[in-house]
C-alpha cells in the first residue's frame, strides 16, 4: 500500500465518521516506515488507533494490546529443541500466547480529547504519561 493509498483510505473513513482506527496484524503494518507514517496520519485526522504490537503507544497511538513478544519468542527455544531431539514438527505443539500486553498513551488521549476510564487504566501493563 502507498502513502497515497493509505491517506485516500483513512479520508474516506473520516469521509464515512469514523470514529477510530483498529490495526490489524499484516507484514506491511509491521514496516518502520509504513508505521511511522501511519501514526502520522491517523494523529492528522485525530483517528484513535489501537493495536496489537505493543510499540506503537510509544510512536503516538492511544493504545495496543496484544501478545507479550518477549515472553512468546522465550517458549520457541523449547519447541526447536524437541525437533532437533528428533520430534516430527507437525507433531509438535503449537504455542499460544499465555502473556498479553494492554499499553495506554495518555498523552495521545489528552491531545483527542478523549478519557481513558480509571478501570482500564489499572489494568494496564504500562501507561504513558
Not at 509491521?30 to 489501537?50: C, D, H, V, W, Y
Request: charged share 25%; proline share 5%.
Amino acid at each position: 500500500m502507498s502513502t497515497d493509498e493509505l491517506d485516500q483510505a483513512l479520508e474516506a473513513g473520516v469521509k464515512d465518521r469514523s470514529q477510530g482506527l483498529v490495526q490489524l496484524s499484516a507484514p506491511l503494518f509491521g514496516s518502520a516506515a509504513f508505521a511511522k507514517r501511519l501514526g502520522e496520519a491517523t494523529a492528522e485526522r485525530r483517528l484513535p488507533t489501537i493495536s496489537g504490537f505493543r510499540e506503537f503507544p510509544d510512536a503516538g497511538r492511544l493504545m495496543s494490546y496484544g501478545l507479550n513478544r518477549v515472553e512468546y519468542y522465550k517458549r520457541l527455544p523449547i519447541c526447536i529443541d524437541k525437533i532437533l531431539q528428533g520430534a516430527n514438527p507437525a507433531e509438535t505443539t503449537i504455542e499460544h500466547p499465555a502473556k498479553f500486553d494492554l499499553v495506554a498513551n495518555l498523552k495521545t488521549a489528552k491531545a483527542l480529547g478523549l478519557a481513558i476510564p480509571e478501570s482500564l487504566l489499572v489494568r494496564a501493563d504500562q501507561v504513558i504519561q
